[in-house]
């Protein structure tokens, strides 16, 4: 199985206007993605010596939880069910985050508001680096055009509505409206046009090497 190694990523001073997200773009670099969309962010995680699982209950009080394993070096995610498979995709970005911020921050609970704001920044620049964000977006954001668009991203309405309005692409009223009307029409809880889970890639395949040996030798 792949191991996990700590990536050594620089940020110049010039880059300290926006910390977090210029360490979620440097991480991209350093792992060769570029700027185009993340097809699915639990094999990557995989890929890259991350333990991804899913907590074996459907609970709604509890995102996703994550901590890393001095030992072994080794980074452990435990994604929820019980959310939206875009809001699934965020979290573990959210986590990979944490993972690369705060591993060596030895006072875990200390500033936890504001660690846990710099883990949401780092998932949206993460999920959606900003210049292909903004030159992709559509002209006329209409809720239909919002959804195709939260498709290429693969994150929740929420999600997208938030960083067209952090990055200038929407008014502050036309946020507000926006989130008004997703509340009203239950999209905090439940996805329109829900994009597919993702997938583990390495646990599948360990289980298909395993039936192999077991139908060999049997």
């Known amino acids: 199985l792949p191991k996990f190694t700590m990536p050594e990523i620089e940020v110049f001073e010039y880059d300290r206007?926006?910390?977090?997200?210029?360490?979620?773009n440097n991480l991209r670099a350093s792992w060769g993605l570029g700027i185009q969309p993340i097809p699915n962010i639990v094999a990557l995680?995989?890929?890259k010596g991350i333990k991804v699982f899913r907590l074996p209950f459907n609970n709604k009080e509890v995102d996703a939880l994550s901590f890393y394993d001095e030992q072994t070096g080794t980074p452990f995610v435990f994604l929820s069910d019980g959310k939206s498979n875009e809001r699934q995709r965020f979290d573990a970005a959210h986590e990979l985050g944490h993972i690369i911020l705060?591993?060596?921050?030895?006072?875990?609970?200390?500033?936890m508001k504001e660690k846990e704001n710099q883990a949401d920044r780092f998932a949206a620049s993460f999920l959606m680096p900003k210049d292909l964000f903004i030159s992709n977006a559509p002209n006329n954001l209409s809720l239909q055009n919002m959804i195709h668009y939260k498709h290429y991203w693969k994150v929740s309405l929420v999600a997208l509505n938030y960083n067209l309005?952090?990055?200038?692409?929407?008014?502050?009223?036309?946020y507000r409206a926006n989130t008004i009307e997703f509340s009203k029409n239950?999209?905090?809880?439940?996805?329109?046009?829900s994009v597919e889970r993702d997938e583990p890639i390495l646990l599948n395949k360990?289980?298909?090497?395993?039936?192999?040996?077991?139908?060999?030798?049997?």
Do not use: R, T
């Not at 206007?17 to 979620?24: G, L, M, T």
């Not at 239950?186 to 046009?193: F, H, L, R, V």
């Open 186 to 193: 239950g999209y905090y809880n439940s996805e329109p046009e």
């Open 165 to 174: 309005h952090k990055l200038g692409l929407l008014s502050e009223w036309k």
């Open 206 to 218: 360990i289980i298909d090497i395993f039936y192999i040996n077991q139908n060999c030798f049997n």
């Open 17 to 24: 206007s926006d910390i977090v997200q210029n360490v979620a």
């Open 45 to 47: 995680m995989e890929l």
């Open 102 to 111: 705060h591993s060596d921050d030895v006072n875990v609970l200390q500033n």
